[in-house]
């Protein structure tokens, strides 16, 4: 059995190896608000338009159908993208679990770690993939009017 000494060395190893992780968590969850603040706002519009609490006058009857499927496509890609990197952040999860139960129990889970956390990078590309295309329909799907000056 190790001595107390090398327990605590290994422990405050662990730990050190687990804030790195951990603060990547910090900055999927603020990734994540922003995902679903933009999803809440797609929804709203779409209730808006669809239960008719926008006055028709200002749109063209024929695009109110495309803005719809717009919508949807925004609403698609921005659901993928808030699941993609919630399974990233869980992953993260297991990852710092795994660094502390290599060390409880004294076990070479650095391959498993090593993986875990390669698959959290590749769920997080992902999301952000999906984000920045939601992003992009966005910025397609956008009316100004033209105002003119006179």
Known sequence: MASTPEILNASASAIQLALAPAFLLTGIAGMLAVMTGRLAR???RGRALAEGEID????????????L????RRRHY????????TISALLLCVVIAM????VMIDAPLGSVVGALF??????????????LREVHLA????????????
Not at 78 to 85: C, F, G, N
Not at 118 to 131: P, R, S, T, V
């Open 99 to 102: 660094l502390f139960v290599g």
């Open 42 to 44: 797609i929804i709203d």
């Open 56 to 67: 028709f006058s200002l749109i063209k009857p024929d695009s109110i159908a495309g803005e």
């Open 78 to 85: 921005s659901s993928v993208a808030i699941t993609a990197s």
């Open 139 to 150: 910025m397609q799907s956008i009316r100004i009017p033209d105002f003119k000056v006179e």
């Open 69 to 72: 499927r717009a919508l949807d």
């Open 118 to 131: 390669a698959a959290a990078m590749l769920a997080l590309i992902a999301g952000l993939a999906f984000f």
